[in-house]
């Protein structure tokens, strides 16, 4: 007979295609642990849609090297790229390169010089 684990506790965060859910367990031993599942969407090519989950389990003696560790990347990606969200870089087309072509043709004037081969 398989035992069902019980949320005692959960928060949700929707994040456009990823959801977050986050979730207290309880162990056998009775003491708490953490489930993070990531859930994004996606599309099947006949417009139905599915889901793939990633789940970290984290348990409390993970906990403030976890934080610390956590809060470091996040400190340092705000340093180094700031906290403004690039949406551009979100699209599906994106392309670094391209941009990169551009910026890289740029004259002192401030226009672009355009080679067609480059698009």
Do not use: C
């Not at 090519?45 to 934080?67: A, P, R, S, V, W």
């Not at 740029?106 to 067609?116: A, E, H, K, P, V």
């Amino acid at each position: 007979m398989e035992l069902s684990q019980e949320e005692i506790y959960s928060k949700v965060l929707r994040a456009g295609r990823r959801t977050y859910f986050f979730d207290v367990r309880e162990t056998k031993a009775s003491d708490y642990y953490l489930t993070i599942t990531e859930s994004k969407k996606f599309t099947n090519e006949d417009g139905t849609f599915y889901y793939k989950k990633h789940k970290i389990y984290l348990y409390k003696e993970d906990f403030t090297e976890f934080k610390d560790t956590l809060g470091d990347m996040m400190n340092f990606i705000i340093k180094e790229r700031g906290d403004e969200v690039i949406s551009e870089r979100h699209q599906k087309n994106y392309s670094s390169e391209k941009n990169n072509h551009f910026a890289a043709a740029q004259n002192s004037n401030g226009f672009t010089d355009l080679n067609f081969e480059d698009i």
